[in-house]
Nanobody, 120 residues
Framework: QVQLVESGGGLVQAGDSLRLSCAAS????????MGWCRQVPGKEREFIAA????????YGTDGMKGRFTISRDNDKNTVDLQILSLNSEDTAVYYC?????????????WGQGTQVTVSS
């Protein structure tokens, strides 16, 4: 079992940057592809980015590239998501996931989410 806890969300201004963090316990994250998704009420969960087991490869959707950067520290058992130039469309609950495959949306373990609210 892997327990994931996200942090770093909150109320920010448009144009600000934010760093979300996901801390894991229970098992090492080295065995998992890690990723971030977000969800707005009434909409499906949206994939943002994923990172390979040792952090050598990252993957993100075209719409997310440039403003979203994922990183991981296996020694600290953490995964971070840096978000630049936040805008109102980034308002969502952000979730961290651990997956045995690159299909983060079908992640094996999920955190409870952290709310990010961007005010204009």
């Amino acid at each position: 079992q892997v327990q994931l806890v996200e942090s770093g969300g909150g109320l920010v201004q448009a144009g600000d940057s934010l760093r979300l963090s996901c801390a894991a316990s229970g098992r090492t994250l080295r065995s998992y592809v890690m990723g971030w998704c977000r969800q707005v009420p009434g909409k499906e969960r949206e994939f943002i980015a994923a990172i390979s087991y040792i952090g050598s490869t990252t993957y993100g959707t075209d719409g997310m590239k440039g403003r979203f950067t994922i990183s991981r520290d296996n020694d600290k058992n953490t995964v971070d998501l840096q978000i630049l130039s936040l805008n109102s469309e980034d308002t969502a609950v952000y979730y961290c996931a651990a997956s045995r495959s690159w299909s983060i949306i079908r992640g094996d373990y999920w955190g409870q989410g952290t709310q990010v609210t961007v005010s204009s």
